[in-house]
């Protein structure tokens, strides 16, 4: 069961104050509305579809929320692997903590849905800050294989942490 600190309108009974949202979904629902399931309160929609069934799937509310939140990151992650790079030795230990905690929040707000959107803008957005290292070597003629590692180690934990 998800609640918020603000009152929020039922999606079906726009009316109706509620404080719960639907644990798939996130929209808000009245008592009227919600379903209790064995994995928590849901909307009817949700309540109605086999378990896994919405895996993958996104709303368009979603799909925005995970891409902003997934440029979000991208910027950010330019400081955070400016820092990762300046520490040296834990490189790629600290690449995969920080690929993994990015990848699970662009996949929390996104909605926890997953699938192919979830994860591409994770592993995008966490590769893009070391690129914006590595580039200018590449074009200087050097071959940056321990900036291309850290990356690919940061992407891969971003995409196992949104799938």
Do not use: W
Not at 5 to 24: D, F, I, L, M, N
Request: glycine share 12%.
């Amino acid at each position: 069961m998800s609640t918020s600190s603000g009152v929020q309108h039922c999606y079906r009974h726009p009316k109706r104050e509620t404080r719960v949202s639907c644990a798939t979904c996130g929209r808000p629902i009245c008592t009227e509305c919600m379903v209790q399931t064995d994995v928590g309160i849901k909307c009817p929609d949700d309540a109605r579809l086999p378990r896994g069934a919405r895996a993958g799937s996104m709303k368009n509310e979603q799909i925005a929320k995970t891409v902003l939140t997934g440029a979000g990151v991208a910027l950010a992650g330019i400081a955070v692997v400016s820092i990762i790079f300046q520490i040296g030795f834990f490189t790629f230990i600290l690449s995969g903590i920080a690929g993994y905690g990015a990848g699970t929040l662009i996949h929390r707000v996104g909605g926890r849905n997953g699938g192919p959107i979830a994860m591409t803008t994770s592993g995008v957005a966490v590769a893009l800050p070391y690129l914006f290292f590595a580039v200018p070597q590449i074009l200087a003629g050097a071959f940056p294989i321990y900036i291309l590692l850290a990356a690919l180690i940061a992407a891969v934990a971003a995409l196992y942490a949104s799938r």
